[in-house]
């Protein structure tokens, strides 16, 4: 089945999730960012690889700090950055998602960095752009809703890979609420992918989500079974502001029960 992020010859043309993205492309990803990591320490911190490209930040949900780390990263590949006021923007007057992609394309637009509160959405942009030939510009998805975050996964690679070297003989936890959580869904496809033996999901059975065991994951609901013999742990925060409903008793007590302490390291 073709992966509508890959372009005819197998070469990634979106960055839309984990699932499914070969081996050597994830391992790609992560050495070219090697490579990249002294031109933070170099006087003038630029490379001209994206001079003369156009990126837009299109976030239809907020975060500063993806927002501002994704415009720090293309302006130091040499690239113009357009961050989108969406709040300002013709969608917040009843233009369609794709309208305003269509007409930001026309602007000569080569990249749109998505994030959004609806799952699925970068997806959309990215087959729209397909559909409509319109193979000159790249979707990287920011975030989108529960569904991914492929960036945030693969920097979790990369950070692991710097301190392990090797995948293929570790233990891996994912510790919280991984229910909500679209990066603990990429980071469970980019292990998998690479290798990792033994993934495992900590959390509380209201934050745990069905299906894991089909993803190849141990799942533990006692925090001190699941964080027995690992090698990394991967901490994930409470995604308040997408529970529907009261999933714990007290935030006192989830970190009574779920909190990372020095005893348990």
Same mark, same amino acid.
Do not use: C, W
């Given at each position: 089945?073709?992966?509508? /992020? ?15 993205? #070969? ?7 992560? !050495?070219?960012?090697? +490579?990249?990591?002294s ?15 156009? $990126? ?6 907020n975060?500063t700090?993806?927002?501002?780390t994704?415009e720090?990263? +293309?302006?130091?590949? +040499? ?21 305003t ?6 602007m ?9 509160s ?12 397909? !559909?409509?030939? /319109?193979?000159?510009v790249? $979707? ?9 975050? #492929? ?9 692991i ?10 233990? $891996?936890?994912?510790?919280? !609420? @991984?229910?909500?959580?679209?990066v603990?869904? +990429? ?10 033996p033994?993934v ?13 065991e ?6 533990f609901t ?6 027995k013999?690992?090698?990394?742990? @991967?901490?994930?925060?409470? /995604? ?26």
């Amino acid at each position: 089945m073709h992966n509508p /992020q890959l372009n005819k010859n197998g070469e990634l043309q979106h960055l839309i999730t984990i699932e499914g993205l #070969p081996k050597a492309i994830i391992n790609h990803i992560l !050495d070219t960012a090697s +490579s990249f990591v002294s031109i933070s320490d170099r006087e003038v911190k630029k490379v001209p690889l994206m001079r003369g490209k156009s $990126v837009f930040n299109l976030f239809f949900e907020n975060s500063t700090r993806t927002r501002t780390t994704f415009e720090i990263a +293309s302006k130091r590949l +040499s690239a113009d950055v357009i961050n989108l006021n969406i709040a300002a923007s013709s969608t917040s007057k009843g233009e369609s998602l794709l309208d305003t992609i269509d007409n930001l394309s026309a602007m000569h637009a080569d990249m749109f960095v998505v994030r959004h509160s609806q799952s699925g959405a970068p997806y959309l942009i990215a087959q729209h752009l397909n !559909d409509t030939k /319109q193979n000159h510009v790249h $979707v990287v998805n920011a975030g989108d809703g529960r569904h991914a975050h #492929p960036t945030q996964g693969l920097l979790d690679m990369y950070t692991i890979r710097h301190y392990k070297k090797d995948f293929t003989n570790l233990r $891996v936890a994912i510790v919280g !609420d @991984i229910l909500h959580s679209r990066v603990a869904r +990429s980071d469970i496809h980019a292990l998998t992918t690479l290798g990792v033996p033994e993934v495992r999901a900590v959390g509380p059975h209201t934050l745990l989500p069905g299906g894991l065991e089909q993803m190849g994951v141990r799942v533990f609901t006692n925090i001190d079974e699941g964080l027995k013999d690992v090698d990394v742990i @991967i901490m994930l925060r409470l /995604q308040n502001e997408r529970m529907s409903g009261a999933l714990l008793p007290s935030a006192g007590e989830y970190f009574k029960s779920y909190g990372l302490t020095p005893e348990r390291l």
